[in-house]
């Protein structure tokens, strides 16, 4: 179940700050849990497991980093788009915004361990996905250690939270595990 709660963390931290945005406002959701603010990444979320505890359920470390500010110097440094919040023009504190998204981590945790489903993932995954997808019909490139190994048009995330992506002998899924999804073009070696 853990890259589905990639996934769905990914999805919660979005929720929560869609909720203290305006209406009509650039973020989205890049697969699996990179926030952008349009074309520019605002925030990545990371998550590992911490080994067992004694009743043997998994511990999660959950974080994310997002940039607050100095976005155009780190664009011009790094040569691709990059957003900090101050683009969005949240006028509320940073301490409110990392309790809204730690709430919304916690009431995803528990609707996951309620809902998870082995062989079937989180059947309302892919319509909660779709609300904030960055991804959604814009043709992609899967990477390996910076090699292209797929290409195809994203088309959502499936429930156990796999990007499903058409291509050319039809429609496949990409792990979370060790790819990495671009929306440039990158030239195949």
């Known amino acids: 179940a853990l890259p589905t709660l990639s ?9 929560a700050l869609d909720s203290l945005l305006a209406p009509g406002h650039r973020l989205c959701l890049k697969w699996p849990n990179d926030l952008q603010w ?15 505890s004694a009743a043997g359920r998994t511990r999660l470390v959950i974080g994310m980093g997002m940039n607050l ?31 809204t998204i730690a709430g919304r981590w916690a009431l995803a945790l528990r609707e996951a361990e309620s809902n998870w489903q082995p062989r079937h993932g989180l ?6 996905f779709a609300r904030h997808d960055a991804l959604a019909g814009h043709a992609v490139n ?3 250690n910076g090699i292209v190994q797929r290409q195809g048009v994203a088309c ?4 156990d939270g796999q990007l499903r992506l058409r291509g050319e002998n039809g429609e496949f899924l990409v792990n979370v595990g060790d790819i990495s999804v671009r929306a440039d073009t990158v030239a195949t070696p």
Do not use: F, N, Q, Y
């Open 7 to 15: 996934v769905r963390l990914g999805l919660a931290a979005c929720e």
């Open 38 to 52: 349009g074309e520019a990444k605002l925030a990545g979320i990371l998550m590992e497991s911490a080994g067992s």
């Open 69 to 99: 500010r100095g976005a155009e110097s780190l664009s011009a440094t790094l040569g691709r788009a990059v957003a900090d919040w101050r683009m969005a023009d949240c006028a509320h504190p940073p301490d409110l915004v990392c309790a």
């Open 123 to 128: 059947s309302d995954l892919p319509a909660a």
């Open 142 to 144: 899967v990477l390996d």
């Open 156 to 159: 959502g995330v499936a429930p």
